[in-house]
């Protein structure tokens, strides 16, 4: 069965500190996404990456690094936390980026709350 | 050009009532269009998907209708049941791009 697993449901961290959000598929594929969910604002792509090592800026990257140093694991890193980072963080990941039968699978996503 | 626009953002429905979600988008480029759906604490997973060479597709309850000319599609889901609360977001891509995503709509049936 498909699977998409992140580090932790729920974190609580304060301003400042840095903070380190991982994810690994177990499908082999070859995108993976950081997304975040905001009431209203739906799913923003922050970063995401088509292969080892390489990485891509999505709409929202301000204030956020990832690492994919192996092809199962993307981490996402808050090099230091503000309050308006408080969100839901969803990982995701896809064959291809985009297009017919590429669907996104998404792990169950991290609640990050910055005080 | 890159943004697909989604409405209502939150939506009440009666059981059995037909659920109409809609988007909008303005690249004509765009080739692929899914709807995933998101239930309280657990990631978006694809509902079902449609390519502009059909003006309509079914699955069960579920049926997206597109209209190329209006540059709209949508979400249908005929005898809605409170099993089908849920967020729904649509999205958009061209060839092999990333998708883009609408906002999202929340859906609650009532018993």
């Known amino acids: 069965d498909v699977k998409v697993t992140q580090s932790s449901r729920y974190l609580v961290k304060r301003t400042g500190e840095k903070v380190f959000l991982e994810c690994v598929q177990d499908?082999?594929?070859?995108?993976m996404f950081w997304y975040r969910q905001d009431p209203g604002l739906g799913l923003r792509l922050i970063y995401f990456s088509y292969d080892v090592k390489m990485k891509e800026k999505g709409d929202i990257p301000e204030g956020y690094s990832v690492s994919r140093e192996k092809k199962e694991r993307f981490s996402l890193i808050l090099e230091s936390a503000s309050t308006n980072q408080t969100s839901m963080y969803l990982c995701?990941?896809?064959?291809?980026?985009?297009?017919?039968?590429?669907?996104?699978?998404f792990g169950p996503g991290t609640r990050l709350t910055v005080l | 050009q890159q943004q697909v626009k989604q409405s209502p953002q939150s939506l009440i429905v009666q059981k059995g009532g037909i659920s109409i979600i809609n988007c909008a988008y303005e690249?004509?480029?765009?080739?692929?269009f899914p709807w995933y759906q998101q239930f309280p604490g657990k990631g978006p997973a694809l509902l079902i998907a449609?390519?502009?060479d059909v003006s309509e597709k079914k699955e069960g309850r579920f049926t997206i209708s597109f209209n190329k000319s209006a540059k709209q599609f949508s979400l249908h889901i005929m005898d809605s049941q409170p099993g089908d609360s849920a967020t729904y977001f649509c999205a958009a891509s061209r060839g092999n791009y990333q998708l883009i995503w609408g906002a999202g709509t929340k859906l609650i049936i009532k018993p």
């Open positions: 690249n004509t480029a765009f080739d692929y």
């Open positions: 499908m082999d594929h070859e995108n």
């Open positions: 995701a990941s896809s064959l291809l980026a985009g297009g017919p039968g590429n669907e996104q699978f």
């Open positions: 449609i390519r502009p």
